[in-house]
């Protein structure tokens, strides 16, 4: 690398640094660092790339009168100002991307009724732009629609924001869920809702909805949207009355406006908790018998999942992993949730009478972990029972039995002699 190249590449650093300095050090005032992220096309000496550049956002009211005086030192970074009547645009976001908006009709059978009146304002011949913003730290995300404010070039008014709480969500199979979607867009009549389910590059539209003519377009019948919250509230989540493991993957909320949309992405997870069962049960061996501990473990999912054996001796305060334990082939249930089978052979003696063995399932349901036990009896060597203490007392009431009766016919042959013997010493 040519020294000169390496200084370029140390001053560039040295700006970037200054320049996301300056953006921490102005959180405390109102303003939001984005990156504006261009697609350049590729022409005959350089293939497409995509340009960034830092963009400040700097938040104003209406009449596009700053309420905070720009902090940035670096000549590259772009201004922008912005009115956010949604209330939704938060300098708490740690990411936040700027995209070209094109304004265009849509030909879509639930959008149509938007753009019928085929007034098309000025201002859509002017710059706008897709903000989107997301939180890390909580998973809230809001796509924006930015539109021309007054004439200034670097102005800007929120039209549309989609928001979700999470980009990310567990639902449990066969139970009903909310995928959260919430719309902003101000005191426009005219909108379309559109939520669509992709997986592996698979598409299928769950429901379109005409807000304007208040018309289902179309709906999958395990799906519902609540249109009081909807319009009173611009609550668009979309119910599902039973989830299924086909609603895994990504779940878009679109929402149309006349030329305008604007749309956030939820992954979903579907989980099943496993059921687990530990045989044989109850555990009894013979001192030297080989036995299979077998572990069930039935409808789950997703697939991953770990098994373990344990066992914890008598006397030990926790259980140790057993090693050597093997797994059958999963099977596929008709609700699409997984079953497996777990074996762990151990030899039975008589140290190991009392020993519980577990077996313990980490699946992502359950946080905490399944674990299920048996306690092993080996025979010939457990404490008297109590069918042992009843055995062992009717044997010696039997035995106290025998032993008088044999007392009082021994006391009756030698006291019979005894009396003869007398009889005959009277006799004589
Ligand atoms: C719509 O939501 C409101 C408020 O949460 C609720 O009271 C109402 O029962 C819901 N309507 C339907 C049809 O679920």
Aim: overall charge neutral; glycine content about 6%; some cysteine.
């Amino acid at each position: 690398m040519m020294p000169s190249t390496i200084y370029k590449l140390y001053y560039i650093l040295l700006v970037h640094t200054v320049g996301l300095l300056t953006v921490s050090a102005s959180s405390g005032t109102k303003s939001l660092s984005c990156w504006l992220v261009k697609e350049i096309s590729a022409t005959e000496t350089k293939p497409r790339s995509i340009q960034q550049t830092p963009v400040l956002i700097q938040f104003t009211d209406a009449s596009g009168l700053r309420l905070s005086s720009p902090e940035t030192t670096d000549p590259d970074t772009l201004l922008f100002y912005v009115f956010d009547p949604s209330g939704k645009l938060s300098t708490e976001f740690t990411s936040c991307e700027i995209t070209d908006h094109l304004p265009q009709e849509v030909s879509l059978d639930w959008a149509r009724s938007l753009t019928e009146e085929r007034l098309s304002p000025p201002a859509l011949g002017k710059t706008w732009y897709t903000l989107a913003a997301s939180n890390r730290l909580d998973g809230k995300g809001v796509s924006f629609v930015l539109g021309p404010l007054g004439d200034k070039k670097d102005h800007f008014s929120v039209s549309l924001a989609v928001y979700s709480v999470s980009a990310t969500q567990q639902a449990q199979l066969g139970k009903p869920l909310s995928l959260p979607c919430g719309i902003w867009k101000g005191h426009q009549p005219r909108f379309a809702v559109e939520w669509r389910h992709r997986a592996l590059g698979a598409g299928s539209l769950l429901y379109a909805y005409d807000g304007w003519k208040d018309k289902i377009e179309e709906h999958d019948p395990n799906c519902h949207l609540n249109f009081s919250t909807l319009h009173s509230e611009g609550d668009a989540s979309l119910l599902i009355e039973n989830v299924g493991v086909s609603h895994q993957g990504t779940l878009l909320c679109t929402i149309y406006l006349p030329y305008l949309r604007a749309q956030r992405e939820i992954q979903l997870v579907v989980t099943a908790k496993p059921h687990v069962t530990l045989q044989p049960s109850p555990l009894f061996a013979h001192p030297g018998e080989e036995v299979t501990l077998t572990c069930d473990i039935s409808h789950f999912h997703p697939l991953e999942i770990s098994v373990d054996f344990l066992v914890q001796l008598p006397g030990d305060s926790h259980p140790t992993l057993l090693s050597g334990s093997t797994l059958s082939a999963h099977t596929h249930n008709q609700d699409g949730s997984h079953s497996i089978t777990a074996y762990q052979r151990m030899v039975a003696s008589s140290a190991l009478n009392g020993a519980r063995y577990f077996c313990r399932v980490n699946h992502v349901s359950v946080p905490k972990g399944i674990s299920t036990s048996q306690t092993l009896k080996v025979a010939g060597v457990s404490g008297p029972s109590l069918e042992d203490i009843m055995y062992l007392f009717l044997t010696a009431l039997f035995l106290y039995g025998t032993l008088s009766y044999l007392r009082r016919k021994a006391m009756s042959l030698f006291g019979s002699q005894e009396d003869m013997k007398a009889q005959k010493n009277k006799s004589e």
